[in-house]
């Protein structure tokens, strides 16, 4: 008889592990609590609380050719960056090649995952659900497999800014962003330099009166593009270079990252001149 798993969530990492398991010849059974499979990837017009949540433009920053199931490539007509509605498009599809939809069940939650009181003989774990309706049910299974993301809280650390509590504007939090129309004609300052404050602050800029970006620490900001119309991280993830940045130190890490990007800068400035017949120049 068929070992049963549990496989909480129907995301990028739950879907590819309902495959696994049943490549493996496992009985995976997967609790999904919203009404569709693609996590962290499924847009919402409002953030729903204990859920991942993204802003409308999300476009995904790693290459379609490096994220793709190796066992089902992303389709050839899908552009090399995607859309966050396109990723959900492609899991539906690797649901669909795989026959997986069967084994999930929707707007089911897992509330609670322990051992049984036999488990080291058995190695058996105890989940309950709690289903659309409010039903509880327990059930028995070999293994647990908890694909449920992590990024469903966001950190607010308000304490950190002294004078915050006197501010008359609003605070919002990137996990509660969707678009910049509330933001027009505003003065924005957007705190962090990750993906999401890079994105956004770009986004604010064309519709704010004034947007700031603050950051502690400095950061190189490159394309997703390099040489030939080709993505970044097929040409720059290499376990060599990873090898490399171990043992490297930092200066000069950053300083061949600085004669790179004025090496990348130069030569996209000398093609945009071929290409519309004028002059420019770069400004370090």
């Known amino acids: 008889m068929a070992k049963r798993v549990a496989v909480i969530g129907a995301g990028s990492s739950g879907l590819t592990s309902i495959k696994c398991c049943l490549d493996e010849g496992l009985e995976p ?44 490539p992303v389709p050839d007509h899908y552009p090399n960056f995607m859309h966050n509605s396109m990723i959900i498009q492609y899991f539906k599809l690797y649901a669909e090649h795989f026959n997986l939809l069967k084994h999930i069940h929707f707007q089911t939650t897992v509330h609670s995952v322990r051992q049984r009181p036999d488990f080291s003989d058995s190695g058996q774990w105890e989940v309950v659900t709690v289903d659309r309706d409010g039903r509880e049910e327990t059930h028995v299974f070999d293994g647990v497999l908890v694909c449920a993301g992590h990024y469903t809280q966001p950190i607010i650390p308000l304490s950190d800014f002294p004078g915050i509590d006197t501010f008359p504007g609003a605070i919002v939090h990137s996990w509660e962003y969707k678009d910049p129309d509330p933001y027009l004609g505003k003065r924005v300052v957007v705190i962090g330099i990750g993906n999401s404050g890079g994105d956004i602050a770009v986004e604010l800029s064309r519709t704010c009166e004034k947007t700031f970006l603050s950051t502690r620490k400095g950061a ?18 290499r376990r060599v270079r990873d090898l490399f940045y171990g043992l490297l130190p930092r ?11 004025i090496r990348d800068m130069t030569t996209s400035c000398m093609d945009y001149s071929l290409l519309t017949g004028s002059s420019t120049s770069v400004s370090l």
Do not use: Q
């Open 251 to 261: 200066a000069l890490l950053n300083w061949i990252g600085r004669e790179a990007s």
């Open 220 to 237: 190189w900001v490159i394309g997703r593009m390099v040489g030939r119309g080709l993505p970044l991280d097929m040409m720059m993830v």
């Open 29 to 72: 059974v997967c609790f999904e609590s919203s009404d569709d499979v693609g996590g962290l990837w499924r847009f919402k017009e409002k953030p729903e609380a204990d859920r991942c949540s993204i802003y409308r433009s999300v476009i995904v920053n790693t290459s379609k050719e490096m994220m793709c199931y190796s066992d089902f």
